[in-house]
């Protein structure tokens, strides 16, 4: 019984870890860049298929050093095109902007590639 106590105490403090490296990136973000961001996660799937993608042709290697960079110049292209506009504007804006890139990324890349698990080969 006390090995269970202990075991869900710490869970809970790494719960609470996790929530609280959440806040303070979130934080460190807003306090930054002036712009609340919340399509971190369909940046990461984004990169995760393109990983899957180019991996067919350059193998495991080759799509760990092209997929975060693609990833990373479509990232400056919509920083450049859209969200500097936010910067001098009501935080809202930006939170709803990147909460339907979020929503975007989150809904259609999954159709596109059939909904199944992909794996990348291993090297």
Same mark, same amino acid.
């Not at 799937?45 to 180019?54: I, K, P, Q, R, T």
């Not at 935080?91 to 809904?107: C, E, I, K, Q």
């Given at each position: 019984?006390?090995?269970? =106590? =202990? /075991?869900?105490?710490?869970?809970?403090?790494?719960?609470? &870890?996790?929530?609280?490296?959440? &806040?303070?990136?979130?934080?460190?973000?807003?306090?930054?860049?002036?712009?609340?961001?919340?399509?971190?996660?369909?940046?990461?799937?984004?990169?995760?298929?393109?990983?899957? /993608?180019? @991996?067919?042709?350059?193998?495991?290697?080759?799509?760990? =050093?092209?997929?975060?960079?693609? =990833? &990373?110049?479509?990232?400056?292209?919509?920083?450049?095109?859209?969200? @500097?506009?936010?910067?001098? /504007?009501?935080?809202?804006?930006?939170?709803?902007?990147?909460?339907?890139?979020?929503?975007?990324?989150?809904? /259609?890349?999954?159709?596109?590639?059939?909904?199944?698990?992909?794996?990348?080969?291993?090297?």
């Amino acid at each position: 019984m006390l090995f269970v =106590v =202990v /075991e869900q105490i710490i869970n809970g403090l790494l719960v609470g &870890a996790y929530y609280v490296l959440l &806040a303070l990136g979130l934080s460190l973000i807003f306090s930054l860049g002036g712009v609340v961001n919340m399509a971190h996660g369909a940046f990461y799937a984004l990169g995760a298929y393109f990983a899957y /993608e180019v @991996q067919r042709w350059t193998g495991f290697f080759g799509a760990m =050093v092209i997929a975060p960079v693609g =990833v &990373a110049l479509l990232g400056v292209l919509i920083e450049t095109l859209f969200i @500097q506009r936010f910067y001098q /504007e009501d935080p809202a804006l930006s939170l709803l902007f990147t909460l339907w890139t979020g929503h975007d990324g989150r809904a /259609e890349h999954p159709v596109d590639l059939g909904g199944n698990r992909l794996a990348l080969l291993h090297p």
